[in-house]
């Protein structure tokens, strides 16, 4: 696993390269929404949007920091997103924001 961690298949189960082939027709479908979509899911799929809506190489995607108790906000914008990502039970502002 360590060796390979974006192409390792954990048994019965999926490598990071397996959830974004399976995550690309998904993905492709939230573009054309015109309304917010709201997403829960696990650190994988999180991993795999924010390397795709960020822009971030695809060796680097196991590697992204992400929070499983975070609410993950992907903004589109004439070139690129921004991400803000919330603390649902803090009352603050975004606590990250990247573009």
Do not use: W
Not at 39 to 59: C, K, W
Not at 76 to 82: E, L, V
Request: hydrophobic share 35%; glycine share 4%.
């Amino acid at each position: 696993r360590a060796a390979d961690k974006l192409r390792y298949r954990y048994p019965k189960g999926e490598s990071y390269q397996d959830v974004c082939a399976r995550l690309e027709p998904v993905i492709f479908e939230l573009e054309r929404q015109k309304n917010p979509v709201l997403i829960v899911t696990h650190i994988a799929v999180i991993r795999a949007l924010t390397g795709y809506f960020m822009d971030i190489p695809l060796e680097e995607l196991p590697y992204i920091p992400v929070q499983s108790d975070c609410v993950y906000e992907f903004l589109p914008k004439a070139y690129g997103c921004t991400l803000n990502v919330y603390k649902p039970l803090e009352k603050s502002k975004p606590s990250k924001a990247c573009s």
